[in-house]
C-alpha cells in the first residue's frame, strides 16, 4: 500500500494527512513549529515508515518542512504541485 504524507505548514503550526493509493484519509493532526511539534509529527507517523511526503508551499515555508522530511528515517522528500 502507497502512503502519501501530506504536509501544510505554517508560520505557528503544520497540518498533516496520511492518505493511502485508494484516497482513504488514515489519520490527521497539526502540530507547532517547533522542536517539540516536529518530534510529535514524527511519532505520530512512525506507523507508516514507507512512505512519500508531499509538502505544499515550497517556495515559501515548504523547503525547510520538505528537507527535514527528506532527512528522516525512510522518509523520501517530493515536491507538492500546487493547483
Known amino acids: 500500500?502507497?502512503?502519501v504524507?501530506?504536509?501544510?505548514?505554517?508560520?505557528?503550526?503544520?497540518?498533516i494527512e496520511v492518505v493511502d493509493d485508494r484516497e482513504r484519509v488514515l489519520a490527521t493532526g497539526r502540530c507547532a513549529t517547533d522542536n517539540a511539534g516536529y518530534?510529535?509529527?514524527?511519532k505520530h507517523l512512525a506507523a507508516w515508515p514507507e512512505r512519500t511526503w508531499a509538502v505544499e508551499g515550497q517556495q515559501r515555508r515548504g523547503p525547510r518542512a520538505g528537507a527535514a522530511a527528506?532527512?528522516?528515517?525512510?522518509?523520501?522528500g517530493?515536491?507538492?504541485r500546487e493547483a
Open 1 to 3: 500500500m502507497k502512503i
Open 78 to 80: 517530493r515536491r507538492a
Open 70 to 76: 527528506a532527512a528522516d528515517g525512510g522518509a523520501r
Open 5 to 15: 504524507i501530506g504536509v501544510d505548514p505554517h508560520k505557528l503550526s503544520v497540518t
Open 39 to 42: 518530534v510529535a509529527m514524527r
